[in-house]
């Protein structure tokens, strides 16, 4: 037995570790070679030097990776973890360890389906942040001054747009080339973006008004640079206006949702950036068109109304001599009224003075009516006395004792009509003091009279100074024109111009002849 089993030591190989090492690394490199493969990165992690090492996977199992640093910056896609990718690489062993592991040179999403997952993913976190919100979104400038391009130099995008603008309205144009796809295109493109917000109004290179991202059409991998999220941010935050023009009408990046506006073609973003020219001058052409019709239909229905109200207005050279001659006739009438007043009020004074009552008149009357009752008193008592003297002679002889009483009541009766005649005396004596204490009003009546008449003399001769015609009868003279206007200064007579002299007697026309005067002047100074 230990024969044999020396003999199957001796057939079988031994080899050293390196040596399996080494073959095992050799096999796997040239069996493979450069190889694409497919997984989901998962455990990825950079370290300090610079090197990234990941892990792919799928339902089945799991492969390390390693992408070096000088590979790193050159992928087009960010390696990151969750996403579906295709890597390019070939496969190396490790001596010491005896592990392999896929080193990675290229990354490429692993089809449409990865790429959309990955951009709806980004979508609705920036949604969520209100980077997509309407209300952040501002209007475009009507005619901007400046506009700002931010494309590839390369490209048809800027043949397109330089055209677009030359023919609707030629602006100034401030391009940043950048590229549009690859590694590093994202960060260009924002970077790019921020420069143009950064720029000063009033520096050396104009701020732009409004910028253009623009693009032309292509896959869905060449179009992701635009739908990285340092780009959409930076078109979020940037100051200016912003219209996204990125692919087709039918492609749609994250860039077209964080943009003010979204053209769907470049041609179509120079559209939106100016008006067209044309347009504009027909839209003017037709309001100004517009604007003369209102102005001659306000000035005809102007011109209307006028007409309709100077048909209802009455001749007014009629009515203004009309009124020059009411006023003719009341500065007529208003010179003889003073006089005509005054003479009124002379008529009624004196008609007033002819019916009053004379004093003197009256006090005879009275004294007349009391002489004659004093007359009539007397004669009624020497009537009643000769009356009862007669019936006493009737009667026949009395008594003695009767006729001593007859006497003294005759006696009595005498003295009564003595006392009855001296107190009438006496009292028609009393009314004729009192008559003649009164004293005479002819005197002050007639006062009276010359007051009124003197008051009423002097208004009459303040009037009568007052108007213009007493002036015309101290020797002036009321100056008219032709129309009957009267002229206060010289400087308004015209040469040659016919005026009107109004005397206190009458009116004289008179023609101003300075033309005349001042022509023998000159020949004299001639002759001189």
Known sequence: MDGTSDGSRGNIPEYSVSEISGAVKRTLESAFGRIRVRGEICEFKTYPSGHSYLSMKDEAGTIRAIIWRGALSKLSVKPENGVE????????????????????????????????????????????????????????????????????????????????????????????????????????????IATMGSLSPLGRIPRPDVVIVARGGGSLEDLMAFNEEIVVRAAASSPIPLISAVGHETDTTLIDFASDRRAPTPTAAAELAVPSREELSAALQQRGTRLARAGHSVLDRGRLRLARAASGLPDLPALIAAGRNRLEDRGHRLQLAPRALIATKRRGLETAASRLPRPQEAIAARRAALNLLQLRAAGATRTVLDRQSRALARLPDPAPFLRGRLREGRAAFLRSAERLDSAAAHRLDERGAALGRIPDPTPLIAARLRESRAALHGLGARLEGASYQALLERGFALVRDSAGQPVTAAADVAVGQRLTLQFADGSVNVTDDRARRRGKADAQGSLL
Not at 92 to 120: F, H, N, P, V, W
């Open 85 to 192: 990718v295709i890597a390019t690489g070939k496969i190396t062993a490790s001596d010491k360890r005896s592990d392999y592991a896929l080193q990675i040179e290229k990354l490429e999403y692993a089809g449409e389906g990865a790429l959309l997952a990955r951009i709806e993913k980004l979508r609705q976190r920036l949604g969520a942040e209100g980077l997509f919100d309407e209300a952040r979104k501002r209007p475009l400038p009507f005619l901007p001054e400046v506009i700002g391009v931010i494309t590839s130099e390369k490209g048809a995008v800027l043949h397109d747009i330089r055209t677009t603008l030359a023919r609707r309205f030629p602006r100034r144009v401030l391009l940043i080339p950048v590229a549009v796809q690859g590694q590093g295109a994202a960060e260009q493109v924002a970077a790019a």
